[in-house]
């Protein structure tokens, strides 16, 4: 499966993105999907994640309350909807996908555990 995210962008603390994966090659209800990060000279970070129903979703503390991962598995799509941005949320964003099934416990937290990735996009939040 090919993914590709979008909707990155620069805006201002407190303001909301909305961020896209869409996926090709094979149908995106086969996969368990997540968002990571990586923000300058830091390591890539989970963010969120959703199981191939969209009956689990995971996401990581720090933007819990805020960040709501989300797909739509006949459009081969995965959103990522982040409200009340902060500076800490700069970073570059990956979604990618994992064969269903092959996810549980700490493994949905664990990069290693995607096999395949999308090219990335740019979020950026000032201050």
Known sequence: VQLQASGGGLVQAGA???LSCAASGRTVSNYAMSWFRQAPGKEREFVAAISWSGGSTYDTDSVKGRFTISRDNAKNTL???MNNLKPEDT???YCAAAVRGSLSGSRWFSESAYRYWGQGTQVTVSS
């Open 16 to 18: 909301s993105l909305g």
């Open 91 to 93: 970073a570059v964003y």
């Open 79 to 81: 959103d990522l909807q």
